[in-house]
């Protein structure tokens, strides 16, 4: 007796592939930005007893008490920047693990990353330079300050929560430039911002996101 097993057999769907089709589903949109994400792999990025969950939509733990965002709010990031700012010189604070940094590395020109825990800067310049990223500088130290030398930038992008905007890093930003960055009024969210002549500030969207908070000075350990 012949029996048909095709409909019985449960095809599992790859992670990664499952993760992009959520983020459609969740309203991400351009299609070279889902692309990538499909290809970067997320699981070396998060401390390996957590990486079965690397593609599920939640933030996960990356060591020194730091998490990487959920992929939701990385895309969302990134393509508003794709969507509004000029694709040379991004200025990134918070490198956590570098999974953020790999993606504007993919579309960005020049990506300076500063992050203020001396391991996760260690471990995020090793990893992203073992798979070939190299037009990425690092820096260990409190981003609240900028980068040295006040490069002028095309957009800054902060993945911790500030309670208030530090100057520096928007005097950094050219005219025309681009802000992504979280607040925390009236509740937890990202917001992306033009500056606009005058020092003024165009709001251009927000979506609730809840982050790690930026903190004072750095940490050696
Ligand atoms: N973008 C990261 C997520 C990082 S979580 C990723 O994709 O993994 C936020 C990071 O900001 C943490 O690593 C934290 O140590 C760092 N951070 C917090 N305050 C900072 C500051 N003042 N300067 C630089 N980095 C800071």
Redesign the pocket.
């Known amino acids: 007796m012949s029996q048909n097993l095709n409909g019985l057999i449960a095809h599992t769907e790859p992670k990664a592939s499952k993760m992009i089709r959520q983020l459609r589903e969740q309203g991400i949109e351009h299609s070279e930005l889902l692309a990538f994400m499909e290809q970067v792999p997320r699981h070396e990025?998060v401390e390996p007893a957590f990486s079965h969950l690397a593609y599920s939509g939640t933030p996960l733990p990356?060591g020194?008490n730091?998490?990487?965002?959920q992929p939701l709010t990385?895309a969302r990031m990134t393509e508003w920047l794709l969507s509004y700012a000029r694709l040379g010189r991004v200025l990134?604070?918070?490198?956590?693990?570098?999974?953020?940094?790999r993606i504007l590395a993919h579309f960005f020109n020049k990506v300076h990353t500063?992050?203020?825990?001396k391991l996760?800067h260690e471990q995020?310049k090793a990893r992203l330079s073992a798979m070939g990223v190299n037009n990425v500088e690092y820096l260990f130290?409190?981003?609240?300050a900028g980068w040295p030398n006040r490069i002028e930038m095309d957009a800054v992008i902060i993945?911790?929560m500030a309670s208030k905007i530090p100057l520096a890093l928007t005097e950094c930003l050219k005219p025309q430039g681009i802000l992504i960055m979280p607040i925390d009024h009236p509740t937890p969210q990202i917001g992306c911002w033009r500056k606009e002549e005058g020092d003024r500030w165009k709001c251009l969207g927000t979506e609730s996101a809840h982050?790690?908070?930026?903190?004072?000075?750095i940490?050696n350990a």
Do not use: C, N
């Open positions: 990025f990356i020194r730091q998490t990487i965002s990385v990134e604070v918070g490198t956590g693990s570098g999974y953020q940094t500063i992050e203020r825990q996760l995020a130290g409190d981003g609240q993945t911790a982050f790690v908070p930026l903190l004072e000075g940490e």
